[in-house]
């Protein structure tokens, strides 16, 4: 199955992505490379990446264990190694949910999303550190 994405120019390190929705996100630089702040930094869109396909999957297994959901945030914390390229080391997620939701099923929800489910944890997960930890608002 075939993904495409197109990444437009915008500005002098600002593009525009879209994907099959073609709805628009903005990707850009810091002030120091060029940029001007007014978008993502590309290493933020990976943490954007695992943190929503992480949150679907939580959604969608949290429903069907008739969990009543009312919201649910994701905070991710990226370390990157101090080196060039400067990938990820460790990657931490802090699920925050709320609504008739037992914390033991969102903690084994979130463990079936970061080790089985999410495709995006999966192609981390060999290089990159991934932890978590759950808790109700």
Not at 17 to 31: H, L, N, Q, R, S
Not at 53 to 66: G, W, Y
Request: hydrophobic letters at 45%.
């Amino acid at each position: 199955m075939a993904m495409q994405v197109e990444l437009k120019r915008t500005g002098n390190m600002k593009f525009e992505a879209t994907g099959a929705a073609k709805i628009a996100a903005v990707v850009d630089g810091p002030k120091s490379s060029g940029g001007t702040e007014e978008g993502l930094r590309p290493m933020e869109t990976v943490l954007v990446a695992l943190a929503s396909c992480s949150a679907m999957d939580i959604v969608h297994i949290l429903a069907k264990q008739r969990q009543e959901l009312e919201d649910l945030d994701i905070s991710v914390t990226g370390e990157r190694v101090d080196a060039i390229p400067s990938v990820f080391s460790d990657i931490e997620l802090h699920y925050q949910a709320s609504g008739s939701v037992d914390l033991a099923k969102l903690e084994r929800a979130a463990k079936l999303s970061i080790e089985t489910y999410c495709s995006v944890a999966a192609m981390l997960r060999g290089s990159v550190n991934i932890t978590f930890k759950c808790s109700l608002k």
